[in-house]
């Protein structure tokens, strides 16, 4: 296994943001994580990619230690954020070659811009890029260092469906590579596409894990039927089932 989490545990005061979480990822899957807003998502990946302290339980990727060798893990991981953020009045080129840089790396900046489709964009400045072309700059940020393991936290937010469409394919051709992928989304279709393996959390736990289409079966086999006439269920339905229909916010 490339990741194995064993009883992941985060606090914050009295509320238990993660309470005990366990899974493993294969190389070359993509594993999905999802939970309505305050689930344990973001605080999961965050203890992950080091940025977090780990109260309890523990995480190996590579069969590295995260809380014993942090600075390790940095270099096995590449980690493309909600919002990317890039310094005004930088061409691409350059911020590739930062990126590469701050890793030791020396890169062919074009191969990497050519990867995600930016190499007509490579003399512009960040700021003229789309929503779409800065995830996609992003992501070819984060593995300028060639990660074995690769997270992604709702990639797709804002984007339009021909953006989210084309991160899809790029998000795939990551995969192929046996890079092992980590992603939280909110849209369902997104994760059934996606995702080889999900994980559902709620109120700090994962409450079932498998493929898209097994979970599916298993709503349908506790004699789930939709109203309408349109396919029996889909992943939106399970992930409603599991965690509830009412609105949560931030």
């Known amino acids: 296994m490339m990741i194995e989490v064993r009883d992941l545990k985060k606090r914050y005061g009295d509320k238990q943001a993660v309470d005990g979480v366990s899974f493993s990822v294969k190389k070359g899957e993509i594993f999905g994580i999802l939970g309505p807003n305050g689930a344990g998502k973001t605080t999961t990946l965050e203890m992950m990619e080091t940025l977090r302290p780990i109260d309890g339980g523990y995480v190996k990727i590579n069969g590295i230690d995260v809380a014993k060798d942090p600075q390790a893990i940095k270099y096995l991981i590449g980690v493309q954020p909600q919002s990317p953020a890039f310094q005004d009045k930088t061409r691409l080129t350059e911020v590739v070659e930062m990126f590469a840089a701050a890793y030791g790396e020396k890169v062919d900046v074009m191969e990497f811009l050519r990867d995600v489709e930016l190499e007509e964009k490579a003399n512009n ?7 779409g072309q800065k995830q996609r700059l992003s992501i070819t940020t984060a593995l300028v260092h060639g990660p074995k393991v690769f997270f992604l936290d709702e990639p797709t937010t804002g984007l339009d469906p021909q953006a989210r469409r084309h991160l899809w394919d790029l998000i795939e051709k990551v995969r192929d590579k046996g890079i092992s992928v980590i992603m939280t989304t909110h849209y369902m279709d997104e994760a059934e596409v996606l ?50 229909k009412g609105l949560r916010e931030n």
Request: hydrophobic share 40%; with cysteine; aromatic share 6%.
């Open 125 to 131: 400045y960040v700021e003229d890029l789309s929503g």
């Open 195 to 244: 995702c080889d393996r999900i994980a559902v959390m709620d109120d700090g736990k994962i409450i079932a894990i498998d493929t898209p289409k097994n979970l599916i079966k298993q709503l349908l086999s506790r004699g789930f039927k939709k109203h309408e006439h349109v396919e029996q269920a889909n992943l939106e339905d399970v992930f409603i089932d599991l965690t509830g």
